[in-house]
């Protein structure tokens, strides 16, 4: 058995992959809300300040913005979804699209195990389109999966 998982900054789909008809078929989807607000929104007050020697003042920004920050707890429990169904033999093998941004925080999410079934890791993102267009692309594409395992 395969799963997919098209993966953006707000949407997750996971899905089971027939490879003998290649049809998709949606097992979960999660949001993430905090995705579409504004940067203001997702903190609770203004940037600390502190005092310096000229009459400008500082202001503390944080190393990592809030988005990313929501972000990363997305594909957190994305993460833990795709561990929980690995431990239950949902899945033998992972077939990941995301944009690479996104994908990329999910991979280091993932746990040591899941990342070992990853047969690709494709570089688009497939969410907002129909189910059929990703469905084509696998299709299309799967003997050049196949063989090098990258797209």
């Not at 949606?26 to 203001?40: D, F, G, Q, R, T």
């Not at 570089?123 to 050049?144: P, T």
Request: glycine residues 4%; hydrophobic residues 35%.
């Amino acid at each position: 058995m395969i799963w997919v998982i098209s993966l953006n900054s707000s949407l997750g789909h996971i899905y089971s992959y027939k490879l003998k008809n290649h049809e998709l078929i949606l097992l979960k989807s999660l949001e993430n809300p905090s995705a579409k607000l504004k940067e203001s929104d997702l903190v609770s007050d203004r940037p600390g300040h502190y005092q310096t020697m000229h009459s400008a003042k500082g202001a503390y920004e944080a190393s990592t913005s809030p988005h990313d920050v929501e972000l990363d707890h997305f594909t957190k429990i994305l993460a833990d979804f795709i561990k929980k169904g690995l431990d239950t033999h949902q899945y033998k093998q992972l077939i990941l699209c995301s944009a690479p941004h996104v994908g990329g925080i999910l991979l280091n999410n993932l746990d040591k195990q899941v990342e070992k079934t990853i047969l690709v890791n494709i570089k688009k993102n497939f969410v907002e389109e129909d189910e059929s267009v990703l469905s084509n692309y696998l299709k299309e594409n799967w003997w050049d999966i196949i063989r090098s395992n990258k797209i």
